[in-house]
């Protein structure tokens, strides 16, 4: 098993900055892939920003240029680093892992985004 613990939400006003963190711990001997995602009100999940193990990332249209994300496989941490957000940014986030045996995917339980107008 794999545990994943966001931490870092909390309310921030837009154009201010936040980072994010997720934690793995568990069996993380095969993690491929981090990434996070966010699931506004009334909204379907979506991908936020990828890391791969090789440290390539991807973005989302709606975050390039104002999220980052990284990671520090000597801590087992993922991180999100939000600047200049809006409240469109408003949501909960959610860490996820993808390991390459079986390629089986794990879940953060969340970290709650509330951006101020």
């Known amino acids: 098993q794999v545990q994943l613990v966001e931490s870092g939400g909390g309310l921030v006003q837009a154009g201010g900055s936040l980072k994010l963190s997720c934690a793995a711990s568990?069996?993380?001997?095969?993690?491929?892939?981090m990434g996070w995602y966010r699931q506004a009100p009334g909204k379907q999940r979506e991908l936020v920003a990828g890391?791969?193990?090789?440290?390539?990332?991807n973005y989302a249209d709606s975050v390039k240029g104002r999220f980052t994300i990284s990671r520090d496989n000597a801590k087992n941490t993922v991180y999100l680093e939000m600047n200049s957000v809006k409240p469109e940014d408003t949501a909960n986030y959610y860490c996820?892992?993808?390991?390459?045996?079986?390629?089986?995917?794990?879940w953060g339980k969340g970290t709650l985004v509330t951006v101020s107008s």
């Open positions: 890391v791969t193990s090789g440290g390539s990332t």
């Open positions: 996820n892992a993808k390991l390459g045996i079986y390629g089986m995917s794990y």
């Open positions: 568990g069996s993380i001997f095969s993690i491929l892939n």
